[in-house]
């Protein structure tokens, strides 16, 4: 009985990082979206660049590493540097687009390029610098799934589970971010904010991962059940959906 209740206990404490995760996603998106506004000069251009850079990030990260976490063990390890990579990178982004924006105005005075070539330009740097937090944020769902799913049968409640406490979290930081954060704190306060959110999810799945583990090595024979059994994310019967932009 007191396996079966740690078991819970460590499953309920995933579930709630995954819904600080999912909420901190979409106030990025908010985020970055006004950002990009002043890099486009244009709503539209701003929020098609963050959407597509969302979805592509999330398929390659969803896609990389689910392969990834089938050949190496220890997904909370994983999940941890996922999400501090994430917050660190959140408050590097804004020091990217103000160079991007200097690269913009140098190419633009050199050259003299035409709007179109121009948005063209805008559009693959903006795309580049992005989709390097969305791929690691396109990788927390499998590499969770890894450690919460125990058996085959389990696969889909699992990480329907994970996914909808996901989306959930994501509802939530889409209205704080646009309704309450930014509006009391401003763009840069959100952000220091929502990297510090990050910086503690990961850090409390190193705590975690540490009780898990303790005595033994993540990837010896001892470890728990979840480690042991739990089906290929990407090449079994059942494989784990690619996330949408709402899923981060």
């Known amino acids: 009985m007191s396996i079966l209740m740690a078991e819970r206990r460590r499953t309920g404490i995933i579930y709630l ?25 244009a709503t539209a251009f701003a929020v098609s660049t963050v959407l597509a850079a969302f979805m592509a990030g999330l398929a390659l ?23 501090i990579s994430i917050g660190i990178y959140a408050l590097v982004l804004p020091f990217l687009v103000s160079f991007l924006n200097s690269i913009y105005l140098g190419i633009y005075q050199r050259f003299s390029v035409s709007f179109l070539t121009m948005s063209v330009i805008r559009f693959a740097l903006s795309f580049i610098v992005l989709m ?5 944020m396109g990788g927390t769902l499998p590499v969770l799934s890894k450690f919460v799913v125990i058996r085959q049968e389990s696969l889909g409640l699992g990480v329907g589970n994970l996914y909808s406490i996901n989306t959930i979290g ?6 704080a971010a646009g309704f309450i954060l930014i509006a009391l704190m401003g763009i840069r306060g959100t952000i220091y904010i929502t990297a510090g959110i990050n910086m503690a ?3 409390a799945a190193l705590v975690l991962r540490a009780r898990v583990y303790e005595g033994r090595r993540p990837d010896s024979e001892e470890e728990p059940p979840a480690q042991q059994v739990i089906p290929s994310t990407t090449t ?4 784990v959906p690619p996330r949408t932009a709402y899923l981060i």
Do not use: H
């Not at 979409?26 to 000069?41: A, H, I, K, Q, S």
């Not at 190496?72 to 999400?83: I, K, M, N, T, V």
């Not at 390097?132 to 690691?136: C, E, F, K, Q, S």
């Open 17 to 41: 990082l995954f819904l600080f995760s999912g909420f901190t996603g979409l106030v990025y998106e908010v985020l970055w979206t006004r950002m990009f506004v002043l890099v486009f000069g």
């Open 61 to 83: 990260g969803s896609f990389y590493f689910g392969r990834f976490i089938d050949k190496r063990g220890d997904p909370l390890r994983l999940y941890a540097f996922l999400e």
């Open 132 to 136: 390097v937090p969305t791929t690691l």
């Open 170 to 175: 994501g509802a939530v930081g889409c209205f």
């Open 201 to 203: 999810i990961g850090a």
């Open 236 to 239: 079994g019967k059942m494989p």
